[in-house]
Nanobody
Framework: QVQLVESGGGLVQAGGSLRLSCAAS????????MGWYRQAPGKERELVAT???????NYADSVKGRFTISRDNTKNTVYLQMNSLTPEDTADYYC??????????????WGQGTQVTVSS
């Protein structure tokens, strides 16, 4: 099994920063793209940022210039540096990794989420 565990969430004031981490563990064979998604109460889960194995990144327009996604392939870990946070960033943040076992296709694996609350 593959498990994803997020950490780094918490309560910050507007304008502050947080750094989220997500580490994959378990029986890992092949991880492709990784990313961060978030879901605010009553809203759909939305993409925040993704990163390929080679380091190509993609960001939601709402976080461009403020958030930075990175990964360490040797540690099977993806990070999200969040700067200039606003109350609109308040949400549960979820890590996702596309992983496959031999003989199977790539499937999305999700972490349990870490809460980010930005006060005004």
């Amino acid at each position: 099994q593959v498990q994803l565990v997020e950490s780094g969430g918490g309560l910050v004031q507007a304008g502050g920063s947080l750094r989220l981490s997500c580490a994959a563990s378990g029986t890992i064979f092949s991880i492709n793209a990784m990313g961060w998604y978030r879901q605010a109460p009553g809203k759909e889960r939305e993409l925040v940022a993704t990163i390929t194995v080679g380091g190509s990144t993609n960001y939601a327009d709402s976080v461009k210039g403020r958030f930075t996604i990175s990964r360490d392939n040797t540690k099977n870990t993806v990070y999200l540096q969040m700067n200039s946070l606003t109350p609109e960033d308040t949400a549960d943040y979820y890590c996702k990794a596309d992983h496959k076992y031999p003989g199977d296709h790539y499937r999305p694996y999700w972490g349990q989420g870490t809460q980010v609350t930005v006060s005004s």
